[in-house]
């Protein structure tokens, strides 16, 4: 199983981004898909779950209004769309697949996830 992730950068405050994570050798449509993120010095926190289906989101409030998840499962992929960034969203972002075809009501844990991709860089300057 692989996620790729990409689409991270450096940018300025207020600025949007887009990642995208894309899933091979898994069926895609069975997983519950999540992002979380890195901050140096800080531990690794969730910030978005899409349901296997995508009809249940869950943000953790920082992100709230800002950001939206999306998931094609004709294509694999999982995308965060990041909007009005500030300086503390800077942090490796990270997918990952749960097995799950639960209704996603409350933060995906680290603990439960079945597969992690490799990060992508988002920085944001002030």
């Known amino acids: 199983v692989q996620l790729q992730a990409s689409g991270g950068g450096l940018v300025r405050a207020g600025d949007s981004l887009r990642l995208s994570c894309a899933a091979s050798e898994l069926t895609f449509s069975d997983y519950a898909m999540g992002w979380f993120r890195q901050a140096p010095g800080k531990e690794r926190e969730f910030v978005a779950a899409?349901?296997?289906?995508?009809?249940?989101?869950y943000y953790v409030d920082s992100v709230k209004g800002r950001f939206t998840i999306s998931r094609d499962n004709a294509k694999n992929t999982v995308d965060l769309l990041m909007n009005r960034l500030k300086p503390e969203d800077t942090a490796v972002y990270y997918c990952?697949?749960?097995?799950?075809?639960?209704?996603?009501?409350?933060?995906?844990?680290?603990?439960?996830?079945?597969?992690w991709g490799k990060g992508t860089q988002v920085t944001v300057s002030s």
């Open positions: 899409i349901s296997w289906r995508g009809g249940a989101r």
């Open positions: 990952a697949a749960e097995q799950t075809r639960r209704w996603i009501d409350a933060p995906l844990r680290h603990s439960g996830m079945d597969y």
